[in-house]
């Protein structure tokens, strides 16, 4: 199994893993499937400022993980939001585990030092993911997500690194693989 980095040409592929997680599960509270067009967008805007990375195997695409901002105020520069999704015939085969090895070690590199993922409940697997990686819930937000014509609770979870805020640092393409 390879790590890369996304491309917008890869668009197509992660919408074709994303789309059940949209139509079937509350694990993302989106309503509609994001076009080609669309997922290609938010690949780029992405990349601009964080990692963006897919697992392949012999040309499939298995998975993907990213990060995005926590927060938009400046005092939150040093944390990022990690998501990640996979094909569903490959969890529970390490790939969500190696995708977000990478994606830390790559925000470490950068000078993150909190990781958070919120998680829509239930979702064992994505606890247990998070769990095994060092992630401690800090918050549960109580029926705050409306989908399927239910209420679903949420919980943060965090990983904490030591160090003091340094400035962070841009990845060249280079470093990502």
Known sequence: MKIRLARKEDAA??????????????ITFEYDVPSVE???????????????????EEGRILG??????????TAY???AELSVYLAQDVRGRGVGSRLYAVL????????????????????????????KRGYQQVAH??????????WHDIV???KTL???AQPLKSLSEREFE
């Open 13 to 26: 592929a992660l919408v074709a893993i994303y789309a059940p997680y949209v139509e079937e599960t509350a």
């Open 38 to 56: 669309e997922f290609a967008g938010r690949i780029e805007k992405t990349l601009v400022k964080y990692p963006y990375l897919l697992a392949e």
């Open 64 to 73: 993907y993980a990213y990060a995005s901002a926590y927060y938009g105020r």
């Open 77 to 79: 520069d040093w944390a």
């Open 104 to 131: 830390e070690d790559l925000l470490q590199k950068q000078g993150y030092l909190r990781f958070l993922a919120c998680i829509a409940l239930p979702n064992e697997a994505s606890l247990a993911l998070h769990r």
């Open 141 to 150: 937000f109580p029926k705050i997500g409306y989908k399927f014509d239910r």
């Open 156 to 158: 943060w979870l965090q």
């Open 162 to 164: 030591d160090g003091p």
